[in-house]
C-alpha cells in the first residue's frame, strides 16, 4: 500500500513532469517558407537563431507541414539544454505542426520520417 505523499505524488503527476528549476517560462520558435524562388528554415530562441536555406535541387521534395515540423524539430534539438529543467512553449505557425506533434499522429510518410 503506497503512502499518504506517494499517492498524492503520484495523483499529481510530479513524478511525470518535474517542477522546473525557475518560474521563467521559455518560447522556441521555428518556421518554414515555401516560395517559388525560395525554400528555407528557421528558428529563433532568446536572441538566438538559426537558418537553412533548401538548396535548389532538394526544393520540393517536402510538402511545407513536413518542412514546418523539421524546423520544429532542429529548434527543440538546438535548444534542447537551454530549456531544459524550465516551463517551455514551442511556437509554430502552421497547426498541422502542432497537432501532430503533440497527439504523435502524423498520417503522412513524410511527416512520419
Given amino acids: ?4 505523499p506517494a499517492h498524492d505524488l503520484i495523483r499529481r503527476n510530479e513524478f511525470l ?5 525557475s518560474a521563467r517560462h521559455l518560447y522556441v520558435f521555428s518556421d518554414a517558407a515555401a516560395e517559388e524562388h525560395f525554400e528555407g528554415l528557421g528558428g529563433w530562441f ?3 537563431f538559426w537558418h537553412l536555406e533548401v538548396p535548389s535541387d532538394l526544393r520540393h521534395t517536402l510538402h511545407i507541414t513536413a518542412l514546418e515540423l523539421t524546423a520544429l524539430g532542429i529548434g527543440i534539438i538546438t535548444w534542447a539544454e537551454d530549456v531544459s529543467g524550465h ?3 514551442l511556437c509554430s505557425d502552421a497547426l498541422a505542426t502542432v ?11 513524410a511527416m512520419q520520417a
Fill in 17 to 21: 513532469s518535474p517542477r522546473p528549476v
Fill in 1 to 4: 500500500m503506497l503512502s499518504e
Fill in 46 to 48: 532568446a536572441g538566438q
Fill in 99 to 109: 497537432r501532430n506533434l503533440m497527439r504523435n499522429a502524423a498520417q503522412s510518410p
Fill in 87 to 89: 516551463r517551455f512553449t
